[in-house]
Every structure is written in structure tokens, then in C-alpha cells.
């Protein structure tokens, strides 16, 4: 945790106590999230160890939420706590050669290469509300088009730097901020930015100035436009358009999501010297070509989903054009898109990739059975710019969710999901995934 963040917390705290605690206190909030994974990876070709992971850990997550203090400028402070214990991990499972740069599926790695035992952070946010504009500085769970957030493991991947998010005008919601470093969602480091291309914890480069702007405008009650800008510098820039739309139909709901994204080479990823020192994008380009590694991405997606009472059926399309692949924050050690094709094992998000995707939830609350939930996703992408022809990739999701309704176990939350990734891509193998989660959350004031 970086220690001037502790350090406001203590001011800010102190600050809370000399401006009146009613608030402060009174509108508190904090829960006690608890998670239990186990994970089970099968690398079913390649010769890289290991072959498979399989690991199962409890984690712990406590969220506290302050009120603000009275006044025309209130203030406040929030945390997250988090702390993993390891519960089943071998060396044959988890062992990284990388093993003090880069963490394992669940768990940090030690000296020789095992899981470590237990790990933890502790994350505080500051926050200062004047009318309907809120400042923050601190540790950040961002769900936006150019920052998302991991929550795929046992702890999720946090951000720390600081944000602006104003709704001063009616249906409008203004965000801009800057994000200097990430916590990995197995990882207790806090390591400063980069893409796939340069992530290397040893010879990759790395930055800490990530700069985003965006705006959020409801028109009317069923649509959605927004527009968001991102600059990781010496990186890459990259701007968002977006369309949400709903369109209740005689029988059921239609939802629409449409996306576009434009990314351009930045700083030193823009020259030829900036990417001969590690400013590198990942991609594709034909031998000799002078922009190697340079970002050149743009990426548009439509996504249609119909809703008739338990049932949820979607379809979806995704392009990419230029030579690299989409380029998004990624450490190495686990990120997540904001894309349509974001799915359990892969990304879709290669150099010249098409890919469509087709979906399937039914909610059991129909039949009789309320809190049980199942899901199909099926992926398929093509046209993969690689070395001699055009390559393609498929992944299968299945996933079965229930929520325990009543009784000493009410609030217990259950979700079994499976993945099958298959792909010609040299530098992806073929995976087997499997995961068991077992949830629950406390609230404590």
C-alpha cells in the first residue's frame, strides 16, 4: 500500500473528528464479504510447467464505507481490507520459474516457487463531497470502458490513484482522474502500468500516469450514450463510444449495446528508438515492417439481447483492424476488457480478430426453484493475423449459480463454472478450466 495513501487517512480521519461525527459515523457502512475458490487449470498442450494449477484458498474482504461530515464540504474516509489463506496448493500446481516477479492463479509465490501460506493489503480511500461532485483519492475498484477492474480470483485487482465524478447537470455523470499503480488480484505489490507487449517484470516497461476522462448521458429513461477517453503515457491513447438502449417489445425486452473503440500509439510507443527500448505493443506485423510493436487498434462490437420472463438469449459481434491487438492495462498477472468477448479463459482481442459470441441464462425462479440461475456462452473468433495464414479460436462457458434462500444458510451463494478454450494460435494452449466458488457476505454496521 503506498504510504502517503495511509498517510491522508490518518489526516482525513482526524479531520472527520474535529468536523462532527454525526455523519460521519451515523452513515457508516461495512461488510464482511467472504470467498471460497477452488481452481483447477489444465494446460492441455504445451511444455511449460506447469502443466496444471490447481489451488483453493479462502479470502476475506472487508469493505468499510464512512459517511461524510456535516457542512457544505463533507469528508470521509473508506477501506478495503483483504486477506487470503491458502488451503490446498502443491509445487507441481503452482510453481512459477518466474517466481519473484509474478504471483500464481490464487496465491503470491515465494523464494522457491510454492504459494505462499497467506497473504493481505489494506486499501483507504479518501473522499471529499462538495453538492453533487465527489472527489477521491486512494485505492479504486473502476468499472469503466477504458479501466476495469479483475474480480476473477480469490481477492479482486485494485487501482490506486485518484478520480473526479460530478453529476451537477441532470442525467449527466462526468469521471476524470488519473490511476498510477495496481494491486494484482493475487498479488500484494502495487506495480506501475503497462500492456501485453511490454509486461516483462524483467525487461518490459512500465507507467505510472494513466490518464482518463469520460461522460455518461441519459437520454431519457432507456438510452445511454457515453464517451470515454484513456492515455497510459509512453503507452498508447484511446478513446470509447458507446450506445445502451432498451426497447420494451408487445412480448419481452430488447437490449442493445454498441461499442467502438479508436487506440493510437503514444509517446514512446510512437517511435521506433521508444519501442527498441521496450514500448511495445503485442500483434502482428509482416517482417521488416518499421512500425513493429507500435499500438494500431480499432474495435467496434454490437451486442442484441432479448428477455422474455426467465429467459435471456444474446448474440453478439465483434471486429478488429490494424496491426496490434486492443490494447488495455495488463501487468502480466491477470486484467480484464471491457468487451463483449470477455470471457472466463480468453479475451478475443487479437490483431484482425472477427469474432462472434451466442448466449444462454435461464433464471429457475419460473420453475419453483428461486436463487438457482444456469449459462451457456459459446465464442468463436477468426481471421487472427499471424505468421503465414489467418488462425482461429472457440470457447465454451457453462456456468450454474444458487443462492441458498432460507434458513441457517440464507445468503449463501454457490457457482460452479467450466471453460473450454481451444486455439490454433501458437502462443496460446489449450485450456481446461474448472472453478468452484462458495460466497457469502456479512453485513457488520
Not at 496444471?52 to 479462502?58: A, C, D, P
Not at 490464487?106 to 479518501?126: E, K
Not at 461532485?133 to 469503466?144: D, I, N
Not at 497510459?232 to 484511446?238: P, V
Request: proline share 3%; hydrophobic share 35%; net charge neutral.
Amino acid at each position: 500500500m503506498n504510504k502517503s495513501y495511509l498517510a491522508l487517512a490518518v489526516v482525513l480521519g482526524g479531520a472527520a473528528q474535529q468536523a462532527g461525527a454525526a455523519g460521519f459515523f451515523e452513515d457508516s457502512k461495512a461488510t464482511l464479504g467472504l470467498r471460497n475458490l477452488y481452481f483447477n487449470q489444465d494446460n492441455r498442450d504445451g511444455t511449460a510447467a506447469p502443466s496444471m494449477q490447481k489451488e483453493w484458498g479462502q479470502g476475506f474482504l472487508l469493505d468499510y464505507k464512512s459517511g461524510y461530515t456535516p457542512g457544505p464540504v463533507g469528508v470521509g474516509v473508506d477501506a478495503l481490507g483483504m486477506w487470503g489463506v491458502r488451503l490446498d496448493s502443491g509445487k507441481g500446481t503452482h510453481y512459477n520459474p518466474n517466481s519473484t516477479n509474478y504471483s500464481g492463479q490464487l496465491f503470491p509465490t515465494n523464494g522457491d516457487g510454492r504459494a505462499v501460506h497467506q497473504y493481505g493489503s489494506l486499501g483507504p480511500t479518501l473522499k471529499v463531497r462538495v453538492s453533487k461532485t465527489e472527489a477521491r483519492v486512494g485505492t479504486f475498484l473502476p468499472k469503466l470502458p477504458v479501466v476495469t477492474y479483475n474480480d476473477g480470483r480469490l481477492l479482486p485487482q485494485t487501482f490506486e490513484g485518484a478520480q473526479l465524478t460530478t453529476n451537477e447537470i441532470d442525467n449527466l455523470t462526468l469521471t476524470g482522474g488519473k490511476f498510477e499503480h495496481a494491486k494484482g488480484r493475487s498479488s500484494t505489490n502495487s506495480d506501475s502500468l503497462s500492456i501485453a507487449g511490454a509486461n516483462n517484470a524483467q525487461t518490459g516497461q512500465f507507467s505510472n500516469r494513466f490518464y482518463f476522462a469520460g461522460a455518461d448521458y441519459k437520454l431519457g429513461k432507456n438510452l445511454l450514450l457515453q464517451y470515454y477517453y484513456g492515455t497510459l503515457d509512453d503507452f498508447y491513447e484511446q478513446h470509447f463510444v458507446g450506445l445502451q438502449h432498451d426497447w420494451k417489445l408487445p412480448v419481452g425486452l430488447l437490449k442493445t449495446d454498441l461499442r467502438y473503440f479508436n487506440s493510437d500509439s503514444d509517446g514512446k510507443n510512437a517511435s521506433a528508438s521508444g519501442r527498441a527500448e521496450g514500448y511495445r505493443s503485442s500483434g502482428y506485423w509482416a517482417a521488416g515492417d518499421s512500425h513493429r510493436g507500435e499500438v494500431d487498434n480499432r474495435l467496434w462490437s454490437a451486442k442484441f439481447t432479448y428477455l422474455l420472463e426467465a429467459h435471456e438469449l444474446s448474440v453478439g459481434v465483434q471486429r478488429l483492424s490494424g496491426n496490434s491487438d486492443f490494447p488495455v492495462l495488463n501487468q502480466g498477472d491477470g486484467y480484464t476488457s471491457y468487451l463483449i468477448t470477455d470471457s472466463q479463459i480468453g479475451k478475443f482481442l487479437r490483431a484482425g480478430e472477427r469474432t462472434w459470441r451466442a448466449s444462454y441464462a435461464y433464471d429457475f425462479a419460473k420453475l419453483g426453484v428461486p436463487g438457482l440461475k444456469a449459462s451457456a456462452i459459446y465464442l468463436h473468433g477468426d481471421n487472427i493475423d499471424t505468421n503465414g495464414s489467418d488462425t482461429s479460436e472457440w470457447e465454451r462457458d457453462l456456468r450454474l449459480d444458487y443462492v441458498v434462500q432460507g434458513g441457517l444458510f440464507k445468503g449463501v451463494g454457490f457457482s460452479y463454472r467450466n471453460a473450454t478454450l481451444r486455439s490454433e494460435v501458437a502462443s496460446q494452449r489449450n485450456i481446461d478450466e474448472n472453478r468452484l466458488y462458495i460466497t457469502y457476505s456479512v453485513p457488520l454496521l
